[in-house]
């Protein structure tokens, strides 16, 4: 059984960072692009970052690209997201995603979801 499991999210001040981690079981984790998701209360799931299978490209939304960073270690099967200069608009629940590709995955169909983890940016 594929699991995904984030964790990291907390409480935050404005310009303060996180880490979050997504622990990845039950698929071969390097044969998957691997992205961050989040969702904020009353909006749509948005595509905040992904990282490829082999070349390890990533890609950001530009709302954080500049302030966020996705990395991959395929020996602990563990995406992460590090997140700086965190915005009160940045507060989501944030999920981890698995896809064929980075392509596929930025359309939000993604083959696997994690459960998600709350980041909340106080003003």
């Known amino acids: 059984q594929v699991q995904l499991v984030e964790s990291g999210g907390r409480l935050v001040q404005a310009g303060g960072s996180l880490r979050l981690s997504c622990a990845a079981s039950g698929l071969t984790f390097s044969n998957y692009a691997m992205g961050w998701f989040r969702q904020a209360p009353g909006k749509e799931r948005e595509f905040v970052s992904g990282?490829?299978?082999?070349?390890?490209?990533?890609y950001y939304s530009n709302s954080v690209k500049g302030r966020f960073a996705i990395s991959r270690d395929n020996a602990k099967n563990t995406v992460y997201l590090q997140m700086n200069s965190l915005k009160p608009e940045d507060t989501a629940v944030y999920y981890c995603a698995a896809d064929h590709s980075t392509a596929t995955m930025r359309s939000g169909n993604c083959n696997y979801w994690g459960q998600g983890t709350q980041v909340t940016v106080s003003s």
């Open positions: 990282i490829s299978l082999t070349n390890y490209n990533t």
